[in-house]
Every structure is written in C-alpha cells, then in structure tokens.
C-alpha cells in the first residue's frame, strides 16, 4: 500500500491549519513588512523541494513554500480585515 498521498494530504492540511494564525499574528505583530518573511520562507522552501530526494519531504516542502507564497496575499488581506473591524466598533 502507498500512503504517500495521505501523508501529503494530511501535512498539507495541517500547514494551511496552522499559516492562518500565523498570518494573523505576523500582520498584529510586525505589519505588512511580515511579508519579507513570508518571502522567505517561502523561497527556501521551494528551493529545498527541489534539493531533496525523499519524494514525500518534497512534496510537503512544495506545499510549505506555496502557502507561505499565499501568505503574502494574505498578510495584505488581513490589513483590510483588521480596519475593517476596527471601524465596526
């Protein structure tokens, strides 16, 4: 049996599960310049995908680079989110 693919399924679910905290308190903390980081981890993450041999660690290192990639888009999102709700109050 291969369970390759619900490894992979299941790391990706938890790495989106967790980024959406993460990019709340990056933009509470640190404002749109989180973004850099984002960048960053985003960029050593795609590039380890490609440096790696384990099919499995690939993978789940492509998805990590992606949703940090994501997370800039986001972290610009939440912007809008936050003073949206603090002209609500």
């Not at 384990?54 to 989110?81: D, N, T």
Request: net charge positive; no cysteine.
């Amino acid at each position: 049996m291969m369970f390759t693919g619900i490894i992979v399924g299941l790391g990706t679910f938890l790495l989106i599960g967790a980024f959406h905290p993460l990019v709340v308190q990056a933009e509470r903390r640190l404002g749109v310049k989180s973004w850099w980081g984002f960048l960053a981890l985003g960029v050593a993450s795609l590039v380890g995908s490609v440096l790696v041999k384990s099919i499995v660690v690939s993978a789940l290192l492509g998805v990590l680079g992606f949703i940090a990639l994501w997370s800039i888009h986001e972290v610009f999102q939440q912007v809008k989110r936050a003073s949206r709700a603090r002209q609500s109050h």
